[in-house]
């Protein structure tokens, strides 16, 4: 069994239809920066919506303790029954930041690719559990590059930390000298600067990573000409490929074709269904010929590009079905239409005027 070919013969870039072929097997560029980047910004949007009633009432509730010790009972019933209520609004905040941290997760992770049901992601892989495997994850390239960036998201994101708290250092170093009221609200205040500076920080990291993700992925995808070349050979059978191919090959004519009318002499048109663009030179051809032709759709595109253009526009509904159906685009017209589009130049040149440059 021949071997695999070695990174160094992979020379071309993948094609679109290798790169669709692996995300359909659910191989996709991903970062897990944008997810972490996405779950802090949802705790920074849940603290910005909860901080304030939750620190309205975690000052009433402290304050009442601690300004009024004597009125609360310290037996085990009424200290069971307040730690239950407690527990359970605790537990209710808890689960909605749950279920919004999953949630977000999974929407920042099908927004890098779209979800698929892979069976090859899922089937066992005995070389998962080889140790060569394993000692080539552990310390392989890719290992050393996910620890010098996770080295760097590091110390990046701690500077930026301490860029934003540096200015209230004298606050904060007060902080254990000043009152309930004032420790909550200069908490909430820091908390969320801190979240602001980490999510555009993490932002910045989870855009590079995302670059450096695809960058390796497309690299890993890479091509052998030989590859290649079997590729397009197997795509020349594919009917949707043929297909998508003719779309192109078409759109790309009517470009040429749309570019070439500003070159014509005449338009001749059946007002809205056939037109058919000629270009007479003398010095050029014996006879004129067809620059572009359309029907429908695509002969009132044509005269609005002619009009457009100053290219004069003539209606004669038999010419025009007759040139259409004789004549092919860079072909002479024939010999039985001579007569006819002989008189219909003679017309447009003799009220010619200078068309606009």
Known sequence: ????????????????????????????PKSQEIVATAMIGAAGLALFMLAGPAAKSLTATGAAFLDHPHEFAVDGATLQRVFLIVAMKIGAALAGLAALFVGVALLSNAAQARPVLAADKVKPQWKRLSPVEGAKRLFGPTALVNFAKGVGKIFLVGAVLIFALWPD???????????????????????????????????????????????????????????VRREMKESEGDPQIRGRQRQQ???????????????????????????VALKYDAADRAAP???????????????????????????????ARALYAAVEIDEEIPVEHYEAVAKVIGFVMGKAKPRPS
């Open 1 to 28: 069994m021949a071997d695999a070919p070695d990174q160094h013969q992979r020379t071309e870039e993948p094609t679109p239809k290798r790169l669709e072929d692996a995300r359909k097997k659910g191989d996709a």
């Open 169 to 227: 250092r004298d606050r904060l170093a007060g902080l254990p000298y000043a009152d309930v009221r004032a420790i909550l609200k200069l908490a909430s205040a820091e908390t969320a600067k801190l979240v602001l500076y980490a999510v555009v920080a993490m932002t910045a990291i989870a855009a590079l990573d995302y670059a450096w993700a695809r960058r390796e992925w497309k690299k890993r995808l890479m091509m052998t000409k030989d590859e």
């Open 249 to 275: 090959r078409e759109a790309r004519a009517r470009r040429r074709m749309m570019a070439a009318v500003k070159d014509a002499t005449v338009l001749i048109m059946n007002p809205t269904h056939y037109a």
């Open 289 to 319: 010929h067809c620059l572009a032709k359309g029907l429908d759709d695509t002969a009132l595109r044509l005269r609005a590009r002619a009009e457009e253009c100053g290219v004069p526009v003539v209606e004669n509904p038999p010419l």
